[in-house]
């Protein structure tokens, strides 16, 4: 009989010290996923600012682009209006005040 208790005593020991054990284990898988988990969210962050930096270049290249073709054709304009004869500009601004005085 003391042979019996002493297996289902030793057995019971035995039993706590395999919980235990996986309870220590389960632990560090915790600790291990929690660290995968920040890492994966760090660099997924650091990706979104790099794809975030880089649109924003993008479109502060073509705002500058849009700028210079629309100063380029701001100086055409004012080119054009410039080379208009004195005399035409003259006439059209006698036809506008005629038009007006006929009213």
């Known amino acids: 009989m003391n042979t019996l208790v002493e297996n289902i005593v030793s057995l019971e020991n035995e039993a706590?010290?395999?919980?235990?054990?996986?309870?220590v284990e389960a632990q560090e898988l915790e600790k291990s996923a929690a660290a995968d988990i920040e890492?994966?969210?760090?660099?997924?962050?650091?990706?979104?600012e790099a794809k975030v930096s880089a649109f924003q270049?993008?479109?502060?290249?073509?705002?500058?682009?849009?700028?210079?073709?629309?100063?380029?054709?701001?100086?055409?304009?004012?080119?054009?209006?410039?080379?208009?004869?004195?005399?035409?500009?003259?006439?059209?601004i006698d036809r506008i005040v005629n038009k007006f005085s006929e009213n």
């Not at 706590?16 to 309870?23: E, F, G, P, Q």
């Not at 890492?39 to 979104?48: G, V």
């Not at 210079?68 to 208009?84: H, K, P, Q």
């Open 39 to 48: 890492a994966y969210r760090r660099k997924l962050s650091e990706d979104m």
């Open 57 to 92: 270049k993008q479109m502060e290249a073509k705002h500058q682009a849009s700028v210079v073709a629309a100063e380029a054709e701001l100086v055409r304009s004012l080119g054009a209006v410039d080379r208009i004869a004195d005399d035409v500009l003259r006439k059209q």
């Open 16 to 23: 706590d010290s395999v919980v235990a054990k996986a309870r």
